[in-house]
């Protein structure tokens, strides 16, 4: 289990508390990325990132329009650079790490997202996630009202309501209806918070419990009003004998119990969980009100 150095704290802490946007959406994707591989310089992953930025400036656009916008991110990053999502591996967890989607070009939906969503910005251009399921997609606005949905997993293709319809084929295997929902734009930190949670699930699925207690321990710190992320935090630390943290985590779930849904079953876990450690006599716990 890593534990997050103070610098790096501080800066997922201050996602936490800002009001949805990073500055740098990239950046901070790689600072997440830096966790899991210490000691790496951030200096190439930096130059790679400018580097994008001045070969979309070079594409000397004329148009603004948002098609025309979408097509030279896409000759940028799929043309040039050869960003693609990786589908002959699509579990590994390097796919949501982002200095390795650099180093390969290769990565999930999401992840590619924030590289193109940061390369769009250093042009000024407005461009943003969806909130369309279970494939990550960004919409790029330009004058006009003109605006266009890219998937960055698929090369920056265009998407077309046939399109769309496609893929929500494909993952539900029914007849695709799409929702307003779909098209509900996510905050930055949103985004940052479905990259880890990418990793977290791939972490589960391998039984690594160190490594998702280490996912976890950031998502509380980058969204911290989601309790789920408390709670499912400190029951893993309770499960691996971190017992004065899983304490504190829980006890922080009782006096906010009531931002969960179904919470009188919530409540009930975390008063057993709390109650088997006493029994145990592993360490002294407050009073747990019934």
Same mark, same amino acid.
């Given at each position: ?8 704290? %501080? ?12 500055? /740098? ?9 830096? @966790?899991?591989? =210490? ?7 930096? !130059? ?15 148009? %603004? ?15 040039? !650079? ?15 790490? @982002? ?8 990565? #999930? ?16 251009? =407005? ?9 990550? #997609?960004?919409? +790029?606005?330009?004058? /006009? ?9 698929? $090369?920056?293709? &265009? ?8 893929? *929500? ?10 929702? =307003? ?6 905050? $930055?930190? %949103? *985004? ?5 949670? /990418? *990793?977290?699930?791939?972490? @589960?699925?391998?039984? $690594? ?11 509380? #710190? ?29 006890? !922080?779930? +009782?006096? /906010? &119990? ?7 079953? &919530?409540?009930?876990? *975390?008063?057993?969980? @709390? ?9 002294? #716990? ?5």
């Amino acid at each position: 289990m890593s534990v997050i150095a103070a610098d790096y704290r %501080e800066r997922l802490t201050a996602v936490g508390v800002g009001d949805g946007r990073v500055d /740098n959406i990239a950046a901070m994707a790689l600072v997440l990325a830096a @966790l899991d591989r =210490p000691g790496i310089s951030f200096q190439k992953y930096d !130059h790679h990132l400018k580097i994008l930025g001045l070969d979309l400036a070079a594409e000397k656009l004329v148009s %603004e329009m948002a098609a025309d916008r979408a097509r030279a991110l896409s000759n940028v990053m799929h043309g040039r !650079h050869d960003y693609s999502g990786n589908r002959a591996y699509y579990d590994d967890l390097q796919n949501a790490n @982002l200095m390795s989607v650099i180093d390969s070009r290769k990565g #999930l939906p999401v992840a590619l997202a924030v590289l193109y969503i940061q390369t769009a910005r250093s042009m000024g251009w =407005p461009v943003e996630g969806l909130k369309f399921p279970r494939h990550f #997609l960004i919409r +790029l606005y330009g004058v /006009n009202s003109s605006q266009v949905i890219i998937d960055p997993f698929n $090369d920056g293709k &265009i998407m077309d309501a046939r399109d769309l319809r496609r893929l *929500i084929q494909e993952f539900t295997g029914a007849e695709a209806t799409l929702r =307003p929902e779909y098209y509900q734009p996510v905050t $930055d930190r %949103e *985004i940052l918070v479905r990259l880890l949670d /990418n *990793i977290k699930v791939r972490c @589960l699925k391998a039984s $690594d419990l160190g490594q998702t207690i280490s996912i976890l321990s950031r998502l509380v #710190l980058i969204n911290p009003g989601n309790m789920h992320y408390h709670y499912e935090l400190g029951m893993l630390l309770a499960h691996v004998g971190k017992n004065e943290p899983a304490i504190h985590r829980l006890r !922080h779930c +009782l006096d /906010n &119990i009531e931002k969960f849904d179904q919470n009188d079953l &919530i409540r009930q876990q *975390i008063v057993n969980m @709390l109650q088997d450690m006493a029994t145990d006599n592993i360490v002294r #716990l407050p009073e747990v009100d019934k």
